[in-house]
């Protein structure tokens, strides 16, 4: 009898599809590779080489290195072969501040940090230490120096015949101050708080000496100037008071309206309240550009607490002569700065102003023509109606928008909501610094526009 072949059984050694596609893990720890953040490194690499060739922080530099500083290095005092501790080259710091402004910073505290973790900001210090105290001086301190360096990027620019300056365009754009509104106080409540100023800065003196090594005298010194300060913010606030109120009885002798009683405010007694776009009133300062309508540089600029363009037009037509040692012959402003006194005045100046006229819609639903000549005008103020109802007078006017709407608009895109410091004085550096980071990087595409224009020819 022969018996049937048995199948060898193998279904224990041919894995199934499932054990394929589920292999099992064999038993231990895994292997992992885990950050050793206290491994020392050497990186043969250079701050100049770290940086990508193209990076904007490039021509930033190359735009300092080109102007002339004497204004700041004249006022170093460690000079070669004689003691004294090596000072910060002042290109770095303008460098820093040209930079940081673009990109919308203020703080001098965040530029501090920035040159600590950030690698553009670290590449203009090149290995320079900066802190947020020097940073605030250099920037604070100076505003002729920086007045003058406006001037000379501009006067550069006239000379190679780049900005002609032939019509300037003029705008006013508010400001945040740094100040709340809570802070206005009227004059009585600002004697009491000076007279509790000047007791604590007395009873500091007192403690501090009394305290002898408890207190450092960094400490000591740090409360004394907080003290002092807060008590010269109060005496200018009593001052700044006491001139709104005489400005406002003035204005309501002629108005016969009722006199309100001025405030001044105890953290930035310059700033006024002030109405905004958006129909708030706030804490501000006006900030006022001219520029060159044919290349966009910033030509003047100043910063006022007042609440109105109206009497604006004519102090800054007065820079622009004090400036360049002439006056723009044509000057474009809206309908805020077309006061029948500034018109009239920059007419003497040989100056001739394109602005709208007031109340024109209205005007002619009544039937008048708002160009004719009217009673009492000047023959100042009926060339102005009659130049602006033509058509070339309203196409001239038109380019105000693309020229003065653009530079604010930049500078808003550049942080310019808010003051970062208090006090006319240092506001005014501030514009004057967004002047210089704008008509740093315009000069540099004009000439090169130029250079390829000239190799064309």
Known sequence: ???????????????????????????????????????????????????????????VWAAICSLDLADWLTEIKAIEHHVGRDATDPRILMALWVYATIKGIGSARELARLCRESLPYQWLCGGVTVN?????????????????????????????????????????????????????????????????????????????????????????????????????????????????????????KQSGRKVDEARASTTDPEARVMKFPDGGYRPGYNVQFATDTASGVIVGVEVTNAGTDGDQLVPMLDQLKERYGRLPPEAVVDGGFATTTSIEEATERDCTVYAPVKEEKKQREQGKDPYARKKHDSDAIAAWRARMGTEEGKSVYKVRGQVAEWVNARCRNWGLWFMPVRGGTRCRIVGLLYAVAHNLLLAGRLRAEAASGAVGA
């Open 1 to 59: 009898m022969t018996l049937p072949l048995s199948q060898p059984d193998d279904s224990h050694d041919v894995p199934s599809p499932a054990d394929l596609a589920c292999p099992v893990t064999p038993p231990g720890k895994p292997r992992l590779r885990i950050a050793v953040r206290d491994q020392v490194e050497f990186r043969w690499a250079s701050l100049e080489q770290l940086l990508e060739v193209d990076h904007p922080v490039r021509t």
């Open 132 to 252: 947020y105290h020097l940073l605030s001086d250099f920037r604070s301190q100076g505003g002729e120096k920086w007045d003058r360096l406006l001037t000379q990027i501009v006067g550069s620019l006239l000379a190679a015949e780049l900005v002609t300056m032939d019509r300037i365009a003029q705008d006013g754009m508010r400001v945040r101050a740094s100040a709340g509104k809570s802070s206005f106080r009227r004059r009585g409540t600002l004697e009491e708080c000076l007279e509790d100023a000047r007791q604590q800065v007395e009873a500091l003196k007192t403690a501090d000496d009394e305290q002898g090594s408890e207190a450092t005298d960094r400490q000591a010194k740090a409360r004394q100037r907080a003290a002092r300060q807060q008590q010269e913010r109060l005496e200018e606030a009593l001052r700044q008071c006491a001139e709104l109120q005489g400005q406002r009885e003035a204005s309501a």
